[in-house]
Each structure stands twice: as structure tokens, then as C-alpha cells.
């Protein structure tokens, strides 16, 4: 799995989500630790329910978005 704060890896067309071993994109409002912080309490409880291999994530510090 991939994670990583380059929004390129959103772009479906270029790095189709079933062919990857999953992506999770973070989008904290800045790289500020605090900020980065927030985005991965946002995403631990969903990596226990939900599979990412195959799929793309976008984490902000609202929600979590997984498109399949």
C-alpha cells in the first residue's frame, strides 16, 4: 500500500485502483504535524474495516473516501 500526500495519485485514469496494491492519500489543510495528526486519527478506524488493497483513499480531516 501506498501512502502518500501527492494528489496526483487521486487521478483514476493515470493509477487505476485495481491494479495497486491500494492507495491512501492524505489531505491535511497544511503538513503542519498537527494537522497530519488529525487526518491519521481519521483513518485508523477505518483500516480495520474496510479493505485497501485495489482501492483508492482520500483522507481529510472531515472523512474518508474509498472509491473502488
Partial sequence: MLVTLDKDFTDVRAYPP???????????????????????????PVLDAEPVAGHLWVVDERRVRIRR
Fill in 18 to 44: 485495481a491494479e495497486h496494491a491500494g492507495m491512501i492519500v492524505l489531505r491535511p489543510r497544511d503538513q503542519r504535524v498537527a494537522s497530519l495528526t488529525e487526518v491519521v486519527r481519521r483513518l485508523l
